[in-house]
């Protein structure tokens, strides 16, 4: 009768610590796929904040070189934007239109 009782004890024991096992693969994996799927939309909002940056960026740009004076209030904002466009990574080419933009007088 002990061996029953033991040999039912062990095979529980077993059981259970299989499936603790299977769960923790399963919550692992899902972890996994989550943190990917997070690291993915991360940088598709990385790039299309990237690309809006630079659309308004050179709005500003072709704007205030055409009016060849820019308004304090426009060029804090594009201290701002242009601050955030280089901190995502942007190109060069914003870089010399900030030095084209520093030029202007501020009114």
Request: aromatic fraction near 10%; include cysteine.
């Amino acid at each position: 009768m002990n061996y029953l009782i033991t040999g039912a004890v062990s095979l529980t024991v077993g059981l259970l610590s299989f499936v603790v096992q299977q769960l923790y693969k399963d919550n692992k994996r899902l972890r996994e796929n989550r943190k990917q799927a997070n690291t993915t939309k991360e940088s598709a909002i990385k790039e299309a904040l990237c690309c809006l940056l630079r659309v308004q960026l050179i709005e500003y740009h072709d704007k205030y070189m055409e009016l060849g004076e820019i308004p304090s209030y426009a060029y804090q904002n594009w201290v701002m934007m242009y601050g955030a466009y280089h901190d995502l990574g942007g190109n060069g080419m914003i870089t010399k239109m900030d030095e084209e933009i520093k030029k202007l007088t501020i009114k």
